[in-house]
């Protein structure tokens, strides 16, 4: 059996546009301010689709659907994250598991975690794993200006 790890990391600061909406993991936060980005920002898919990538060597997600390239503009980041799992299995590569840290101030993820699970797990076709982590108001996160996610994937072939 092939087995490969892979790392992702994503970081976003809130945006000061009230009519941006916070998306994480596929899930919309109401009454938090979004986050700034080309996509839709979904720290949370960003950092799930870069592990997958990396555990495939399938170079990162800022190759695939860079930031300069305008048909990404307001990209939903599942759909993203659901055709870097089509790449994957394109390449023999099928998935074992995802788990990723979420690290913010706010929004609080265990009242969404469940919701956040099932859509990432139904677009990715394993397991993922949410957990919610405070920065103890280290850092520009504990000053609560964005959210960092750290994703790690096993692949297997």
Do not use: Y
């Not at 300069?68 to 023999?92: F, H, K, N, Y």
């Amino acid at each position: 059996m092939d087995l490969r790890v892979g790392h992702g990391f994503d970081v976003h600061r809130f945006s000061t546009d009230p009519g941006r909406v916070l998306v994480l993991g596929g899930v919309v936060f109401d009454g938090e301010p979004g986050l700034v980005g080309h996509s839709d920002a979904d720290a949370v898919a960003h950092a799930c689709a870069d592990a997958l990538l990396g555990a495939a060597g399938l170079g990162d997600i800022g190759e695939h659907f860079p930031d300069t390239d305008p048909a990404w503009a307001g990209a939903d980041s599942m759909a993203l994250l659901a055709e870097v799992v089509r790449m994957l299995a394109d390449a023999g590569w099928r998935v074992v598991n995802v788990d990723c840290s979420v690290v913010c101030e706010r929004p609080r993820i265990a009242p969404q975690r469940a919701a956040m699970v099932e859509r990432l797990s139904a677009v990715v076709g394993a397991p993922v794993g949410v957990k919610g982590n405070r920065a103890e108001k280290l850092g520009a996160i504990g000053r609560n200006e964005g959210v960092v996610v750290m994703a790690v994937a096993l692949v297997t072939r």
